[in-house]
C-alpha cells in the first residue's frame, strides 16, 4: 500500500470568500514596508504566480487587472505566503514607483495622531495623481 | 465667517463594511514582519486606540476579543495607519511571543513554493498550540 503524499498543492489551502475573492497584503521585499491591500480572484492569482506580476480583482469596477497596467508602477513577485487560515496572501514584491494611485510610496501614508483622532500625513508624496495617469 | 477646520477626525476617513468591519493588517514594528490579518469593528478600533492594545471581532465566533487575552501573547500598538481608499488598516505593534495560534511568530510560515503549486513552511514553530492554550 503506497502512503499518501503530505504535499499539498498551496491552492488547496486557501479559502475565497463568498465572492470568490482573498484580500492579498502587498509589502515591499527589501523595506518590509506595507504598500497596499488589494483583492485577488484565483484567476487574478494564477495570473500572479504564471507571471510574476501582481493582478488583482477590482470590487468598485467589476474588472481583472494588473497593477501598474495604467501607472506604470509594475510589482515584480518575490514571494507569495498565505495565512494559518488560508484566507489572507501575503505578497513580497519589488515596486517599481508609487504604488498608491494618490501618488505615494505605500496606500499606508496616513496615521492616526497621538491624540488617537486626527489624522497625520506620514511620508512625502512621490507625484501627483495627473503626473501618472495624466491630466483628466 | 470663521473658515471650516481642515483637520478631520481619523475615524471619518475609515469604510467599514456591509457588515460594520475593516481589515487590520498587523506587522511588528521593530522587524518589519507582517504577522496576522483580522478584522476590527468600530468598537475593537476605539478599544485599540484607548488601551494601546489590539482588539479585533472574530466572525467565525461573531465576538469582541482581545489578542492576546487567552494565550498572553498581547500586541502593543506602535501606530495605527490607514490606506488610500480608508478600508484598510495597518497597525504596528510590539509583538509578545508568537502572533499566530499554531504557535509562529507570523500567520504567514507557509509559502508557495518555485514550482508555484506546493506550500512550503518558512520559519519554525516557537510553540506549539499546546504549549500556549493548554492540552484539550
Known amino acids: 500500500m503506497r502512503l499518501k503524499t503530505a ?4 491552492y488547496d489551502h486557501l479559502k475565497f470568500n463568498a465572492d470568490g ?3 492579498a497584503i502587498v509589502q515591499e521585499a527589501a523595506s518590509g514596508r506595507a504598500l497596499m491591500m488589494a483583492w485577488m480572484n484565483r484567476a487574478s492569482l494564477e495570473a500572479t504566480v504564471s507571471t510574476g ?4 480583482w477590482s470590487r468598485s469596477r ?7 497596467e495604467t501607472s506604470g508602477h509594475v510589482q515584480h513577485v518575490k514571494d507569495i505566503a498565505f ?3 488560508g484566507d489572507t496572501l501575503l505578497i513580497q ?3 517599481s514607483g508609487a504604488a498608491c494611485h494618490e501618488g505615494y510610496r505605500s496606500c499606508f501614508f496616513r496615521s492616526f495622531a497621538a491624540n ?6 506620514t511620508e512625502a508624496r512621490l507625484q501627483t495623481p495627473e503626473e501618472i495617469y495624466g491630466k483628466k
Not at 504535499?7 to 498551496?10: C, E, F, K, Q, R
Not at 467589476?62 to 501598474?68: E, H, L, R
Open 116 to 121: 488617537g483622532a486626527e489624522a497625520r500625513v
Open 83 to 85: 495565512d494559518c487560515d
Open 7 to 10: 504535499i499539498m498543492n498551496a
Open 53 to 56: 506580476k501582481t493582478h488583482f
Open 62 to 68: 467589476q474588472k481583472f487587472w494588473m497593477k501598474g
Open 93 to 95: 514584491v519589488e515596486q
Open 21 to 23: 475573492l482573498i484580500p
